[in-house]
């Protein structure tokens, strides 16, 4: 399993953007499909959007279409999450996740076997 560490939360007002990093460790990221997931207060976590681990194929929930953009460079063994038009109803803790020779349009938490910490994320209106 590949260990993942968060980056680039913050607090935003609505309409402003922020970029999360993941950073991975272990020499096999690239057969990783990569995924990001959030947790609002008294919520489930729920799936945002995840990378293919070939081909790098993309696919979002569709409270994000259109506003996140997810990416990811394997040579840096890390995956980005670009949110831009934020509104206060992103507000979460951000969730890294990763998932070995995962399959395309995944977006269960149980397909992703490993997990971030967390990176707390505030859009104020």
């Known amino acids: 399993q590949v260990q993942l560490v968060e980056s680039g939360g913050g607090s935003v007002q609505a309409g402003g953007s922020l970029r999360l990093s993941c950073t991975a460790s272990g020499p096999t990221f690239s057969r990783y499909t990569m995924g990001w997931f959030r947790q609002a207060p008294g919520k489930e976590r729920e799936f945002v959007a995840a990378?293919?681990?070939?081909?790098?194929?993309?696919w979002y929930a569709d409270s994000v279409k259109g506003r996140f953009t997810i990416s990811r460079d394997n040579a840096k063994n890390t995956v980005y999450l670009q949110m831009n038009s934020l509104k206060p109803e992103d507000t979460a803790v951000y969730y890294c996740a990763a998932s070995y020779l995962g399959r395309l349009l995944d977006t269960s938490t149980a397909r992703f076997g490993s997990w971030g910490q967390g990176t707390q994320v505030t859009v104020s209106s």
């Open positions: 990378v293919m681990w070939s081909g790098g194929s993309t």
